[in-house]
């Protein structure tokens, strides 16, 4: 017997949102033409994209030709990164940014110190938050180009103090980049950054869409070869369908966003609060009231992360971990290994539109026994 | 120096941090043990299991025989 599928990983990718499906099969028909040509079908084209733009950027309160929407929320991190280091080399070549960004930012700034730049981690506390102090002196140094801060932690859901982030990068004169892709559609991200990035699957849009805001007069170069579409921004021919749905999708989340997370708060607050009571030994992880709305993450002693997230799997719950065992380097999580807490047995789980109160409740029933069950099969009960 | 040395060298997380919650109880209350583990999730985890246990974590070295740690049993 199969379990009913409950889908509790959000976090990595949300189900398409009913208004991107509907914008999606509309703009098919219509949106498939160069929006940069001087014909009819390109002119619809072009009106498709302008809308799509225009209704992004009203839900982040930025002006439309700040906006470029990208391949991926990957792809916008990278040129976010890469970008504004470029645009400031005379300034330096040092990239600040916390112990905790997703892997998108630290690979962006690996190949900034393999190019010759410098990049300097600040670390965050045991809750998973940045370390404020440390921050601002790291960006007051000399020779600091950029700075890279995410909004709030996309695998235990601490939310990062961008404002004062923000006034210490203002201070600096060090233009900063949010990464906001767990917080767009979900939560407001203060001012003070000069480039954001999201992405449309994390909201439920479509994969293969992500949004690279550079504010005005921020010193920013485009690190791909030259290429006009999209401000000069991102090179290539857009997914249009994809960018309208995106947006579309976008508006709709942005409108529940307030209504969605309080009601997603709670049952996080209830995951919380159940599994530290009635699973042994377990390490629920950040920061228990700064904390997204929608994603909550906790470590089983003893127990092996993928071993568990197959049974859960065969339960039909779909989670995601950070555990070593689960990632393809073989290396636990640069987030957990950064807070210094419980690696193994990591589960991350997040909610989303079609999170009932019933499939958390069936979550929270069933996971003490799947836990109990691998620790009395891994022999460690009572350790 | 430590008083005894767990060679996990090959085991995968969790089965270091097993192996030292199962020998630390069978040893006198001061005892220092040694864990050489070669996953490098056991510079999170055994430290992690040290802090939920109320054991002192003395630290980690790089010997010979790769990243070691000490735990010492405090109660």
């Known amino acids: 017997m199969s379990a009913t599928p409950v889908y509790l990983d959000a976090a990595t990718a949300t189900p398409l949102h009913p208004v991107a499906r509907q914008a999606l099969l509309a703009a098919f028909e219509d949106g498939w033409a160069d929006p940069g040509k001087l014909y009819t079908q390109a002119r619809r084209a072009r009106q498709l994209l302008d809308a799509a733009r225009a209704a992004a950027a009203e839900v982040l309160g930025v002006r439309p030709d700040e906006l470029s929407f990208t391949p991926s929320g990957t792809m916008a991190a990278h040129a976010a990164v890469l970008g504004g280091l470029a645009g400031r080399r005379r300034a330096g070549r040092t990239l600040v940014h916390s112990a905790i960004e997703h892997s998108a930012v630290l690979h962006a700034a690996e190949r900034h110190v393999a190019d010759g730049g410098d990049a300097v981690s600040v670390p965050v506390d045991r809750l998973g938050r940045l370390d404020v102090d440390a921050w ?20 235990v859901g601490t939310v990062q103090p961008v404002a004062e982030a923000a006034a210490a990068c203002a201070d600096a004169g060090v233009p900063l980049h949010v990464d906001a892709a767990q917080s767009v559609g979900r939560v407001p991200v203060p001012a003070g950054w000069s480039v954001l990035t999201a992405s449309a699957h994390k909201w439920g849009g479509p994969a293969g869409v992500g949004l690279l805001v550079v504010r005005k007069g921020t010193r920013w170069e485009s690190p791909y070869p030259a290429d006009e579409r999209e401000s000069g921004r991102t090179p290539g021919a857009l997914n249009l369908p994809a960018v309208v749905a995106a947006a579309a999708s976008l508006r709709a989340v942005a409108a529940d966003a307030a209504a969605e997370a309080a009601r997603l708060a709670p049952l996080v607050d209830r995951i919380r609060a159940r599994v530290a009571a009635e699973v042994p030994d377990v390490e629920v992880v950040g920061d228990p009231e700064r904390r997204l709305p929608h994603l909550v993450t906790f470590s089983c ?66 996971l003490p026994g799947i836990v109990a069950d691998l620790r009395a099969e891994a022999g460690v009960v009572g350790l | 120096m430590p008083d005894e040395v767990l060679d996990c060298r090959g085991q995968r997380c969790p089965l270091p941090v097993i192996a030292v919650a199962r020998r630390l109880p069978e040893l006198p209350v001061g005892t220092v043990v040694r864990v050489l583990a070669d996953d490098p999730a056991a510079a999170v985890d055994i430290p992690a299991w040290c802090r939920m246990r109320g054991q002192e974590f003395v630290g980690q070295i790089t010997g010979p025989d790769g990243p070691a740690y000490d735990v010492r049993r405090r109660h």
Do not use: K, Q, W
């Not at chain 1, 601002?136 to 695998?155: C, D, K, N, T």
């Open chain 1, 136 to 155: 601002s002196a790291a960006v007051r140094a000399p020779g600091v180009a950029f700075a890279a801060l995410i909004s709030a932690s996309h695998e």
């Open chain 1, 301 to 366: 002693l003893y127990v092996d992360g993928e071993a568990l997230l197959h049974a859960l799997d065969r339960r039909g719950f779909a989670v995601s971990s950070g555990s070593s065992c689960t990632s393809s380097t073989l290396r636990p999580s640069h987030v957990l290994e950064a807070m210094g807490v419980l690696s193994h047995g990591n589960v991350r789980v997040s909610l989303h539109r079609e999170t009932s109160e019933a499939d958390v409740e069936r979550f929270l029933a069933e």
